[in-house]
């Protein structure tokens, strides 16, 4: 079981497009840049640090903590992070502190420990285990001497976006950036560095990352931003916006639904002393650290970031929501249904046959031959779907007056918007499992629905009317406006008129019926929009009046 936790690992459902790559051999700056940093995927760069003077000098089984130590200085401070939480450090304000601590007294923390370190390891030699300590070996019972935990995390080398003073500025000195990044104007340098074994809370970070581990081991699990969904990112107005909400030790499943996929999108990827990994900017990261791991890294901003305009900021907004409003609005319509697919066979989901009772009431009342030929046209599995499309309207207790739907509509999705943030949004696809309308017409070819509508206009007007204006819901008035565009298509423009003409003259009041389906359909895509912000966002809005 340790082995495989141990182990690197592709999730199942991770498009290998987004999978990171491996480098034996550094890239040139000229390879980096033009084929590597714009696909925005990660990379691993396997002994890329190999010779640089941090790697030797720095290695705490060889002195380092003694060279970090005289090389800083006994008088420098340093900020720490100081979990609550054990050895995991969440990135919420709420669940660690910063403290100021001098960097002598962590060093002699670290000398400390690897004292305990080498102490165990002699002592499994003595008893004859034979056994070597490995970096996973490592993760010792030491780590849980204390519940509360010290991490130097993103301890400033070089900071150019900032004016403070960067405490540990002397170890540039050490510092040779990889040959792949010559050129590149950095945000900052950073100096990451646990005593004891460590994880970090799921988040992304907005600049691209080279992550170099100096010393020990690093095991870093990747999710592209399209994962937003699944890692249920913080509210974007909150303190720690850049955080997964979702708990890397005991995930509850029950609030998170969706969290329960999200190791099928990642990726796990092992560092070992001298490695590297890209990390592009909005990749979500979490990371465990074996005892006494070191390690830098180099922040800059991506060319998109360095061209975008302030003042174009606000159609990047609504540019980008759109999309992503696109994607989501066909996800649910694409799903599959419950009932048959309707391959010709006829077979009825709700105990209706072809002597239903609700059928046979209408047409004994018309017998018309023009009618009959209207029902006689249709293909089984269209005349199926008329029996349920008709099953939903006469089965209900009394037709609803069009302005209480809407009411009713209305105060549903208040209750939706009013449960509490940390209850998981609906799957997508409940958008058409809870319209049964919707369900009905999806699987229906453009031209058989065509069919049947104009068969219910001949046939059951009332029947039409009362679908469109009392039972059919957003989902539903959304395929069926879609299925009308896939009519279009295959249709010329006279025949597109006379359609249209039929139809609407099922209804006394023609544009009450279009009101109706304009109305739905905008109720939809509130919906969508709706599910965005808060997979994405994880904010939640009301409708407005």
């Known amino acids: 079981m340790q082995a495989e936790k141990d182990a690197e690992f592709v999730g199942a459902a991770l498009d290998a497009g987004l999978r990171a790559a491996r480098f034996s051999l550094p890239p040139s700056s000229e390879e980096f840049a033009a084929s590597i940093e714009p696909k925005n995927v990660p990379a691993v760069f396997r002994g890329v640090l190999k010779g640089s003077a941090a790697l030797s000098r720095w290695d705490p089984l060889y002195g380092g903590l003694d060279y970090l130590l005289e090389k800083v200085g006994p008088d420098v401070a340093v900020e720490a992070m100081m979990s609550n939480t054990g050895h995991v450090f969440y990135g919420d304000l709420r669940s660690h502190e910063r403290v100021s601590i001098p960097f002598s007294t962590f060093m002699q923390s670290c000398k400390s420990h690897l004292g305990h370190l080498n102490a165990a390891s002699d002592s499994s030699k003595d008893k004859g285990t034979g056994k070597e300590s490995t970096c996973s070996d490592k993760m010792c019972p030491a780590s849980s001497e204390n519940s509360e935990q010290l991490y130097l995390a993103q301890v400033s080398i070089l900071n150019t976006e900032s004016k403070d003073r960067c405490s540990l500025q002397v170890l540039k000195e050490d510092i040779q950036e990889p040959i792949f990044l010559k050129g590149k104007s950095f945000s900052s340098i950073n100096f990451w560095m646990s005593r004891a074994h460590m994880r970090s809370s799921t988040h992304y970070d907005p600049h691209h990352n080279l992550l170099c581990v100096m010393a020990g081991c690093k095991k870093v699990t990747l999710w592209s931003p399209s994962a937003s969904p699944f890692l249920y990112p913080m509210p974007v107005y909150g303190e720690a916006s850049n955080h997964s909400c979702v708990s890397i030790e005991e995930p509850d499943y029950s609030s998170y639904t969706r969290a329960k996929y999200m190791k099928e999108y990642s990726e796990r990827v092992i560092l070992n002393c001298g490695d590297a990994l890209f990390i592009p900017e909005g990749w ?18 991506s060319r998109i970031m360095t061209e975008m305009l302030e003042h174009m900021d606000g159609y990047y907004l609504r540019r980008i929501m759109r999309r992503y409003c696109i994607v989501i609005w066909t996800f649910p319509l694409m799903g599959s249904f419950s009932h048959s697919e309707r391959n010709g ?4 989901t709700d105990g209706l046959s072809g002597g239903s009772q609700p059928f046979n009431k209408v047409t004994n009342s018309d017998t018309s031959d023009k009618k009959g030929a209207a029902l006689q046209s249709l293909k089984p599995c269209t005349l199926q ?38 209850k998981t949004a609906a799957d997508d ?15 229906v070819e453009p031209l058989e629905l065509r069919s049947m509508l104009l068969a219910m206009v001949h046939t059951f007007p009332r029947t039409l009317e009362g679908l469109v204006l009392n039972i059919l819901g957003p989902t539903g008035a959304e395929i069926l406006t879609r299925k009308f565009d896939e009519m279009d298509q295959g249709s010329t423009p006279e025949e597109q008129a006379e359609f249209y003409k039929i139809f609407y003259s099922a209804f006394g009041d023609q544009y009450a019926a279009m009101d109706a389906l304009l109305n739905r359909k905008e109720l939809f895509s509130f919906q969508v929009f709706q599910s965005v912000l808060d997979q994405y966002l994880r904010v939640c809005v009301e409708r407005p009046s």
């Open 284 to 301: 979500y990261h979490q990371v465990d650290s074996d005892d006494l791991t070191i390690a830098i890294n180099f922040w800059w901003k």
């Open 345 to 348: 066979d006829f077979q009825s």
């Open 385 to 422: 779907a008329l029996y349920e499309l008709m099953s939903l309207v006469h089965n209900s207790v009394e037709a609803v007056d069009q302005n209480d739907r809407a009411e009713s509509a209305s105060q549903d999705t208040s209750v939706c918007q009013s449960n509490e943030r940390k």
């Open 429 to 443: 696809s409940s958008l058409l499992e809870k319209d049964p309308v919707a369900k009905i017409i999806l699987p």
